[in-house]
Nanobody, 123 residues
Framework: QVRLLESGGGSVEAGGSLRLSCAASGDDSYCMGWFRQVPGEEREGVAVIDTGSGSPVYADSAKGRFTITQHNVKNTVYLQMNRLKPEDTAMYYC??????????????????WGQGTQVTVSS
């Protein structure tokens, strides 16, 4: 059984930073990603990481501001978010994919999800 537990969300002013963490238990995945969702909109991929190589890939909205990393020993994935904007406000979810091949940015390609952590950025 795979379990993903996110933490680190909160409220910040525009230009601020937050660091999200996703602690994973269970078998190692091929690909882990951070997604976000605003009520009434589709869930979108923000950043993903190939857990074998550690190679990250970012959505255009995240490039230059967000950094995804992993701590292999702790089986944890992080999302460092800098220069946050009000449009980054969303529920952020961690996800794990167990099919070979990464990066994956489609939510339906992921097998397990965390419960989400809210990020709110005020102007």
């Amino acid at each position: 059984q795979v379990r993903l537990l996110e933490s680190g969300g909160g409220s910040v002013e525009a230009g601020g930073s937050l660091r999200l963490s996703c602690a994973a238990s269970g078998d190692d995945s091929y690909c882990m990603g951070w997604f976000r969702q605003v009520p009434g909109e589709e869930r979108e991929g923000v950043a993903v990481i190939d857990t074998g190589s550690g190679s990250p890939v970012y959505a255009d909205s995240a490039k230059g501001r967000f950094t995804i990393t992993q701590h292999n020993v702790k089986n944890t994935v992080y999302l460092q978010m800098n220069r946050l904007k009000p449009e980054d406000t969303a529920m952020y979810y961690c996800a794990a994919a167990y099919k070979a091949g990464c990066p994956r940015f489609r939510p339906d390609e992921y097998d397990y999800w965390g419960q989400g952590t809210q990020v709110t950025v005020s102007s």
